[in-house]
């Protein structure tokens, strides 16, 4: 039985908290970012800005078993918003990290700090090619990719002792049919567009969530921004999801929001700077929570108003991590290395421990 099948309650009550950035004496914080290059000093900024958002109430789910999308920090050190000269371009861009359950995750079983773990490889492979034709003033591009991820799940539950899980194959399939990059001259590149993400993993489970694949539609509308002169690579790229009604349960998951940070510096063929990222709930979860799924399941399977003294136990998803890239550039592509450290973890989805990221472009012809 798949570890969300048998304890639903663990997937949906994960949580932590962190002490707000406020708590460090302003004087310091403030001291330390003026000396800064101007350039770093935009990178912290935007950090800063995107905490209240991260750190606000409680409110909001992905129901058990669902998730993020695309995992946050996926498009860190690349600029999202240059989509290159016409060509077919190669991107590999894996990570690999082990993940802790939050504190205070199920309290009703009894959990600890660091009680269950996860190690997750997920590599999302890409093909993006960059047409010669315009559209609106951009060069128009078209992306397809096809995620695979494996988890390696394990720790002591409390009345099924220890407990060890593998997990693994091809996620959702994700294809852009709009990429738009608006070259602004003097260094700065704006791009626009949509990811789609199919509804066509494994479905299993009373959710259509205990295996890789979701019964429901992601539209992600993108935006991003870079600055790219002098060696520099100031990018921002923001994913916003909007999830369709889940064909199992009829949960609606609530919309989510990424930012993806980069602020890298080449120097001859090396380049090395810090990236963060930062992924959120916006919206309630809605839908779902029917009588029969209640009394059989014993608990709820949405945010969306249920019974008095029913208790779903919802808690917005959010995470956010910082680290640092370094990488090579070679004549047509790059190889790059990053490691991030996460700052946030909380609610399903949120993730918290370390992780390692390797990428690397080619531009094929």
Request: glycine share 12%.
């Amino acid at each position: 039985m798949k570890l969300c099948e048998a304890y639903p309650s663990l997937l949906l009550r994960l949580g932590r908290e962190v002490p707000a950035i406020g708590a460090l004496p302003a004087q310091y914080l403030l001291k330390g970012i003026d000396i800064m290059r101007p350039q770093y000093r935009a990178f912290i900024f935007c950090v800063v800005a995107l905490a209240p958002f991260v750190t606000g109430d409680c409110a909001f789910a992905f129901e058990p078993g669902a998730s993020f999308t695309i995992l946050p920090g996926t498009t860190m050190g690349i600029p999202f918003a240059y989509t290159g000269t016409p060509g077919l371009y190669l991107y590999s861009l894996g990570n690999y990290g082990t993940d802790s359950v939050p504190r205070a995750a199920s309290p009703n079983l009894g959990f600890g700090p660091g009680a269950f773990r996860a190690d997750v490889a997920d590599e999302v492979p890409a093909l993006l090619w960059t047409t010669p034709w315009m559209l609106f003033g951009a060069t128009y591009a078209v992306l397809f990719s096809q995620p695979v991820a494996s988890i390696h799940s394990y720790g002591e539950l409390p009345g099924a002792g220890w407990v060890t899980r593998q997990d693994g194959g091809l996620r959702d399939t994700i294809i852009a049919p709009v990429n738009l990059s608006w070259d602004l001259k003097n260094g700065w590149h704006v791009g626009a567009g949509l990811n789609l993400a199919l509804p066509d993993g494994q479905i299993e489970g009373i959710n259509g969530l205990s295996s890789d694949g979701a019964p429901y539609w992601t539209f992600e509308p993108t935006f991003g921004v870079s600055y790219l002169r002098d060696g520099w690579d100031l990018s921002a790229t923001f994913l916003y999801d909007i999830y369709s009604a889940n064909s199992y349960s009829g949960v609606s998951n609530g919309q989510a929001l990424y930012a993806d940070l980069t602020a890298t510096k080449k120097f001859g063929h090396v380049e090395i700077g810090p990236v963060a990222y930062a992924a959120f709930q916006t919206t309630r979860d809605s839908g779902g929570n029917p009588a029969a799924f209640i009394a059989t399941q014993g608990l709820a399977n949405s945010c969306a108003p249920v019974a008095p003294g029913v208790n779903n136990g919802c808690s917005q998803a959010a995470m956010a991590g910082v680290g640092g890239k370094i990488g090579y550039v070679l004549e047509h592509g790059e190889i790059s290395l990053l490691a991030t450290q996460s700052v946030l973890s909380r609610g399903q989805g949120g993730a918290d421990g370390w992780r390692i990221w390797t990428q690397f472009t080619w531009k094929l012809f």
